[in-house]
């Protein structure tokens, strides 16, 4: 039987295809299509934790993007996305990140379908970025979302950028399966997800923001009225043989602020929030900044200093989350080279219970349509109290070859 968010996806897919086909034959605008192929390898250092997972694993991955400019201040936006991974089934999935038409002109821009918004100035937490669904299996730091279904009006002006958002269709936290890393203690049963709404996934959920630039600083303020993206897990012992976790989505109100500052080498970020309506209020903030050194050692490197801050007033008894009172550090080595070599080395740790997390991303463009990417992280002394010690044996490297059409 296919479910009715399957079929939805596919006629709404059908008909936006059809639409784009029919303004291709009907005008000359630009048309675009292009897209890439990835090929993945993860490589764990340790043993596995749980029965069924494995000390490496691969994956192949496609991404299509067609973009089509209509007359009369029309364009339309398709992005699809599929991953075949060999060791976890909830891995193997896909998607639409981005199926929306855009009208605009000098004082209106509206977006309806599925839209991705990005909202966040800091580099290791994302704490107000609220609009989309983190797809979770597809990569671990939360940087991968899933297509949002929304109308998205934006008045822009002298006095800055005032957004509307229409979210009527909740898209689920995507977690790694009983064979995946990365994973609960406990499997996550993602089939008996249940809502505090009576709507459950069709509840119409509302987002405002306002952004503007004074001087040389960045703001945004926004306020969100909806489903909470990041569920509550809570204990299923229907068959205390194989208990697991379900999700628990609730309401929330939350209010958010991100900051961003330029003065001469110094970037200077923060982010905050405060949320009411899962259970207590609560707030978190995390801020800090970036110095660049140009030109190191006389050459056409640039390195950045990254430092960061993190508190959540969370406790970790009712509402667990990882970043409760954590303190990061990073360089970021842009090359300047003609393969576009970059590198990013951070370091998060917890000033409660100590537990570490060192990670390294690095780049490099072999030739004109490929790029070759080089990921690891490695989980030093995760205290047994931290939300993250059920990755303490997941260190991994992971070895990305993407090609780009």
């Not at 000098?106 to 100035?121: M, Q, S, V």
């Not at 959920?205 to 960045?218: M, Q």
């Not at 007033?313 to 080279?337: F, K, S």
């Amino acid at each position: 039987m296919i479910s009715p968010y399957r079929s939805s996806t596919v006629a709404l897919l059908y008909l936006l295809l059809c639409c784009s086909t029919l303004g291709i034959q009907q005008t000359s605008q630009a048309v675009e299509l292009r897209g890439d192929l990835s090929l993945e390898g993860f490589l764990f250092l340790s043993d596995p934790a749980w029965k069924g997972q494995e000390d490496q694993s691969a994956s192949i991955a496609a991404n299509i993007e067609f973009y089509h400019d209509f007359q009369n201040n029309l364009s339309f936006t398709l992005e699809g996305f599929y991953r075949q991974d060999s060791q976890d089934k909830e891995r193997s999935h896909g998607d639409l990140r981005l199926a929306e038409f855009l009208y605009y002109n000098n004082n209106l821009e509206i977006t309806a379908g599925f839209g991705r918004i990005f909202w966040g100035a800091t580099e290791f937490v994302h704490l107000v970025d609220i609009i989309n669904q983190t797809d979770q299996v597809d990569a671990l730091d939360g940087e991968e979302k899933f297509g949002q279904p929304m109308v998205h009006v934006s008045v822009p002006g002298d006095w800055g950028v005032v957004e509307a958002f229409a979210l009527p269709w909740f898209r689920e936290r995507s977690f790694p399966g009983v064979e995946g890393r990365f994973r609960t203690p406990l499997p996550v049963d993602t089939d008996n997800a249940q809502y505090e709404s009576s709507s459950e996934e069709h509840h119409l959920d509302l987002a405002f923001r306002y952004a503007t630039t004074l001087a040389s600083a960045d703001i945004g303020l926004y306020f969100f009225q909806g489903t909470a993206r990041d569920p509550v897990l809570l204990l299923n012992l229907d068959s205390p043989q194989s208990p697991t976790l379900y999700p628990y989505y609730q309401q929330i109100n939350q209010s958010g602020l991100d900051l961003q500052l330029a003065a001469g080498e110094w970037l200077l970020k923060g982010e905050a929030y405060y949320r009411t309506g899962q259970s207590r209020s609560y707030a978190a903030t995390t801020f800090g900044f970036e110095y660049t050194f140009t030109g190191i050692a006389e050459s056409m490197m640039d390195l950045g200093l990254i430092g960061e801050y993190v508190f959540d007033d969370r406790d970790n008894g009712w509402l667990p989350t990882v970043y409760e009172n954590d303190i990061m550090g990073g360089l970021r080595l842009a090359v300047n080279d003609m393969a576009d070599s970059t590198l990013l080395l951070g370091v998060i740790r917890d000033l409660d219970s100590g537990s570490t997390i060192i990670a390294l991303e690095s780049s490099r463009r072999l030739g004109e349509n490929i790029r070759l990417n080089l990921d690891a992280s490695f989980f030093i002394d995760m205290d047994y109290s931290d939300p993250a010690y059920a990755m303490a044996k997941d260190d991994f490297i992971k070895l990305e070859m993407v090609w780009y059409w």
